[in-house]
Structures are given as C-alpha cells and as structure tokens.
C-alpha cells in the first residue's frame, strides 16, 4: 500500500524552528518528485514547496523562500522540509505529497495525513 | 505568479442535481490543471488532471474540460457522498497555485 507518514509538527513560538518529516513506503520513492502543501486552519490550500527525484529541481512558494529548506533523502525513503523563522502565519496541518512523475511538476497523486505546526507565544 | 480563482465559492444542490465548478487562472496554463475533492477531515484526493483526464478509481460522474485559462469541473449527479470541498491547481509553472475552493452542499 502506498503510504506517506508526515511527523515533526509541534508547537513552537514565533521565530522558532522545526524540521518536519514524511516517511514513504509502497512505492519506489527516488522514481517520483515530492511536495509539502499546507492547509491553515479552516482555510484552503497551500504549495509550499516541491523536489524533485534526483533534488536537482527545487521550488519554493514566496511565502516561504529563504525560510523553509526541503530536501529528501532516498537511501531512507524519506522527504524533510526545515522551517526557520516561523511566523505565526505559518500555523497549519502540512502535508507531505507525492508527485505523479519525477520531476515534481505534476499533480499530486498520493497525499499524507499530515501533521500540525502551530506558531505562537 | 499564476493566481486561481473559483466560482461559485460554495453552492447548494439536491441529489441527482448536475453540479458546475468554474476555474480561472490569472493566464494560460497549458491544460495543466488538476481538481481535487476534499471531505471534511479528510485528506485532499485527486479527481481530474490534465484538466479533463479522470483519476483512476474516481466515479464517472466526475468530468473536467476547458483549456486556456478556463475551466469547469462537472458532477452530473450528485450524490451524498460528493459533500466536500472542491480545489483547482494548476501545475503549468511554480508556484503550483491552487484555487481558494468550492464547498458543495447538499440540500
């Protein structure tokens, strides 16, 4: 069964950092991009940010540029995304997506169950 | 960056009832939209790409069409279980935008 487990959320105060994880299991992870979309509460949704197989192509939403870091490492089938100088409109369920082909330019075929960031004082 | 819009923003329609959900990008996009269904609670899940191309699994009551920058996603009889939120995406260039969504009631 394809399956993405995202972990890492937390609670954590403005200016704060946290590192999510999306571990993936069912398929052949390194043949496919990888994207981290998220939802703020009661609120629609949001890209973020998406990588490529290989990490040769990565690609940020403004929003978030030069404060979240994506990466993956496919020797452990696993996607990260590090957020840095977290704002408190950075409070959301993020989830861990996965693309329909390699380059991470497509459409988003598999998605996690989430996990939750809350930014606050 | 390519900005989408949605109308209506939600809608009310009785079972059996033909459903339209419009889509707008800000420019052509190629065909490169997908539309996806989000229940309540639940995780977002893929219904249409390629702008009219239905997702393996998804019920044939399902269509999409349009090319450009418009485009319609139909459901020809709605039914209970399609009580959700409804998003466009585009995906012809990052940021791979979505639309602010569609909530579908049933009366």
């Known amino acids: 069964e394809v399956q993405l487990v995202e972990s890492g959320g937390g609670f954590i105060q403005p200016g704060g950092s946290l590192r999510l994880s999306c571990a993936a299991s069912g398929f052949t992870f390194d043949d496919y991009g990888m994207h981290w979309v998220r939802q703020a509460p009661g609120k629609g949704l949001e890209w973020v940010s998406g990588?490529?197989?290989?990490?040769?192509?990565?690609k940020y939403a403004d929003s978030v540029k030069g404060r979240f870091t994506i990466s993956r490492d496919n020797a452990k089938n696993s996607l990260y995304l590090q957020m840095n100088s977290l704002r408190a409109d950075d409070t959301a369920l993020y989830y861990c997506?996965?693309?329909?082909?390699?380059?991470?330019?497509?459409?988003?075929?598999?998605w996690g169950k989430g996990t939750t960031v809350t930014v606050s004082s | 960056d390519i900005q989408m819009t949605q109308s209506p923003s939600s809608l009310s329609a009785s079972v059996g009832d033909r459903v339209t959900i419009t889509c707008r990008a800000s420019q052509g996009i190629n065909n490169y939209l997908a539309w996806y269904q989000q229940k309540a609670g639940k995780v977002p899940k893929v219904l249409i790409y390629a702008a009219s191309t239905l997702q393996s699994g998804v019920p044939s009551r399902f269509s999409g069409s349009g090319s450009g920058a418009d485009f319609t996603l139909t459901i020809s009889s709605l039914q209970p279980e399609d009580l959700a939120t409804y998003y466009c995406q585009q995906y012809n260039s990052a940021p791979f935008t979505f639309g602010p969504g569609t909530k579908v009631h049933i009366k």
């Open positions: 990588i490529s197989w290989h990490s040769g192509s990565i």
């Open positions: 997506a996965k693309d329909r082909y390699a380059s991470a330019n497509y459409y988003m075929d598999v």
